[in-house]
């Protein structure tokens, strides 16, 4: 199993580009999220799912969209890129969402820089 | 806003020596989980421990939860120059559903 993978692992955007990270996972887990994480600030929840067609919005939603038509895909969506967007992205996979007591798989980062 | 907030930000010891960090949360949890993060990688799950726990171990982990001061810590034995990361802990803030809500971390570094 690759566990979750995230694509691109480097991006330079202009202010204003649209772009969409990928996050796939091949665990068949149900839940899947978006953090991103800024040096002093750790991580914060972008947006979250408890299966396909479900989403939800975290702590820090504004400017990105996020769809769960598969299981296995949860891409996030970055609508007009904005410097304060840049940023280390992560995608983490779990497969219980009761109580959430299963432990988050994460991707290895998306590095996100916007000009 | 963060559930969790772990103390110190930063800890430095010796190769062997052990490293104590603390989290301490807000609201009432269901379980609260301890991560690694080693430099420019992704995090990974340590150990779990529900709210009816009060003291969990892993290898060389030793994790406690004292539900009435909301708070925890994370005891890493004879450390070594390899445990030299970031540790964060996460909770759940007692909602079914909803997501893990991370700490910002102490930062670890174990010198040999």
């Known amino acids: 199993n690759a566990g979750v993978t995230q694509t691109p692992k480097f991006q330079v955007l202009k202010t204003g580009q649209s772009m969409t990270l990928q996050c796939a996972q091949d665990?068949?887990?149900?839940?899947m999220s978006w953090y991103r994480q800024d040096p002093g600030m750790g991580l914060r929840l972008i947006h979250y799912?408890?299966?396909?067609?479900?989403?939800d919005q975290g702590e820090v939603p504004n400017g990105y969209n996020v769809s769960r038509s598969t299981t296995e895909d949860f891409p996030l969506r970055l609508l007009s890129a904005a410097p304060s967007q840049t940023s280390v992205y992560f995608c983490?996979?779990?497969?219980?969402?009761?109580?959430?007591?299963?432990?988050?798989?994460f991707g290895e980062g998306s590095r996100l820089t916007v000009l | 806003s963060q559930q969790g907030e772990e103390d110190p930000q930063a800890l430095s010891i010796q190769e062997g020596e052990n490293a104590t960090m603390n989290c301490s949360y807000k609201?009432?949890?269901?379980?609260l989980q301890w991560y690694r993060q080693n430099s420019g990688r992704g995090l990974v799950h340590l150990i779990l421990?529900?709210?009816?726990?009060r003291e969990k171990h892993s290898g060389r982990l030793r994790v406690t939860l004292d539900t009435s001061k909301k708070s925890s810590s994370l005891l890493i034995t004879a450390s070594r120059a390899a445990d030299t990361a970031s540790y964060f802990c996460?909770?759940?803030?007692?909602?079914?559903?909803?997501?893990?809500?991370f700490g910002k971390g102490t930062t670890l570094s174990v010198s040999s």
């Open positions: 665990m068949n887990h149900e839940y």
């Open positions: 996460a909770t759940d803030a007692g909602q079914a559903g909803t997501a893990l809500i």
């Open positions: 983490a996979s779990s497969p219980r969402v009761v109580y959430n007591t299963g432990e988050l798989f």
């Open positions: 421990i529900r709210s009816n726990e």
């Open positions: 799912s408890v299966g396909a067609g479900i989403t």
């Open positions: 609201t009432s949890i269901n379980n």
